[in-house]
C-alpha cells in the first residue's frame, strides 16, 4: 500500500500553521508528521520524520527561504513549499533548486502542490 504524502509544517505564521494543519488532516492521502519552529530542527525532523514535503514562511523580500537550498542538497526527492504568512504568495522549490511560481494560492492550490511531491518522486 503506498504512504500517504508526508508533510512537515515549518511556518513562523502560527495561524497559518494551524490553517494548514486543519486543511491537511482533512485528506485522506495526506499526512501532517510534525510542526518544527527551529531551522536546527527542521533538519532534523525531515530525516526522523521522512518528509516528502515541508511547508515554510515564503520571506516578504520574495528570497528562496535560506534553509531551503541546504534541504534540497541533503534530501533531492523534497519538495518544499514556501507560503507568504498572509497566503497571497507561494512558491515550489524542487531539486537544483528550482521555483514554481503557483497561479493562486486556494485550498485546492495547495493540495495539488503537496500531491504533486508524492507524484514526482514516483516518476
Known amino acids: 500500500m503506498d504512504h500517504p504524502v508526508r508533510v512537515l509544517l515549518a511556518n513562523r505564521s502560527r495561524a497559518l500553521r494551524t490553517r494548514l ?3 491537511l488532516q482533512l485528506q485522506s492521502d495526506i499526512e501532517v508528521v510534525g510542526t518544527v519552529l527551529d531551522p536546527i530542527e527542521l533538519l532534523v525532523a525531515v530525516e526522523d520524520t521522512q ?3 515541508v511547508v515554510v514562511t515564503l520571506p516578504d523580500s520574495r528570497e528562496m527561504p535560506g534553509v531551503c537550498s541546504h ?3 541533503e534530501y ?3 519538495l518544499i513549499l514556501a507560503l507568504s504568512s498572509t497566503r497571497t504568495r507561494a512558491c515550489v522549490y524542487r531539486q537544483a533548486i528550482t521555483v514554481e511560481q503557483l497561479s493562486d494560492t486556494s485550498d485546492e492550490e495547495i493540495l495539488i502542490a503537496v500531491r504533486k511531491a508524492k507524484a514526482d518522486s514516483i516518476s
Request: proline share 8%; hydrophobic share 60%.
Open 21 to 23: 494543519a486543519k486543511l
Open 51 to 53: 518528509a516528502d514535503v
Open 71 to 73: 534541504l534540497l542538497y
Open 76 to 78: 533531492p526527492q523534497l
